[in-house]
């Protein structure tokens, strides 16, 4: 079932500009076709509770399905391990202030913010490092790594899978 519809607000949740207008019929020539050929109806749809992995997602389909059952929730990392001597140990000796940026890297997100304000917090003699952890598409990647050239203190992780990911930010 299409949750995202082909407004503007949603395109822009996948990276899509939303002022092109052939981006965006294309998009909505999708999503009709989804419909039509799954037998998406919304009445049906607003029948079955949903269960989302995060309450920005879960505000999003009752946007869009306002009759919906919906809530949320939120797995969390593995944490098993978390207290072994050894881990414990070595996250202490090799730890760095750090902010992490996690989540699709789209425009709205302001990943440029998050960029500018590590540079300001550095020039201010703080030694804090910058970690974006998230995929773009290839237009916004290139506007980024723009920003980021040169800058050994931001480091940006894409592609990973749950277990790097857990690595990563630990």
């Given at each position: 079932?299409?949750?995202?519809?082909?407004?503007?607000?949603?395109?822009?949740?996948?990276?899509?500009?939303?002022?092109?207008?052939?981006?965006?019929?294309?998009?909505?020539?999708y999503v009709q076709s989804?419909?039509?050929?799954?037998?998406?109806?919304?009445?049906?749809?607003?029948k079955i509770p949903a269960?989302?992995?995060?309450?920005?997602?879960?505000?999003?389909?009752?946007?869009?399905?306002?009759?919906?059952?919906?809530?949320?929730?939120?797995?969390?990392?593995?944490?098993?391990?978390?207290?072994?001597?050894?881990?414990?140990?070595?996250?202490?000796?090799?730890?760095?202030?750090?902010?992490?940026?996690?989540?699709?890297?789209?425009?709205?997100?302001?990943?440029?913010?998050?960029?500018?304000?590590?540079?300001?917090?550095?020039?201010?003699?703080?030694?804090?490092?910058?970690?974006?952890?998230?995929?773009?598409?290839?237009?916004?990647?290139?506007?980024?790594?723009?920003?980021?050239?040169?800058?050994?203190?931001?480091?940006?992780?894409?592609?990973?899978?749950?277990?790097?990911?857990?690595?990563?930010?630990?």
């Amino acid at each position: 079932v299409p949750i995202f519809f082909h407004d503007a607000e949603s395109l822009s949740y996948l990276g899509e500009q939303a002022h092109k207008l052939s981006r965006r019929l294309a998009r909505m020539v999708y999503v009709q076709s989804c419909r039509l050929i799954s037998g998406w109806n919304r009445q049906q749809v607003e029948k079955i509770p949903a269960l989302a992995n995060s309450k920005w997602t879960m505000d999003q389909v009752k946007r869009h399905y306002p009759e919906i059952v919906a809530d949320y929730t939120y797995m969390g990392a593995k944490t098993e391990q978390c207290f072994a001597d050894d881990v414990l140990g070595n996250w202490w000796s090799e730890r760095c202030d750090t902010v992490v940026v996690l989540g699709r890297v789209v425009p709205g997100k302001r990943i440029e913010f998050a960029i500018e304000f590590v540079n300001k917090i550095r020039k201010l003699g703080i030694t804090v490092n910058l970690l974006i952890v998230g995929s773009a598409d290839a237009a916004y990647a290139a506007d980024i790594n723009k920003l980021i050239a040169g800058k050994s203190y931001v480091e940006w992780k894409q592609g990973l899978n749950r277990e790097q990911l857990e690595s990563v930010i630990s």
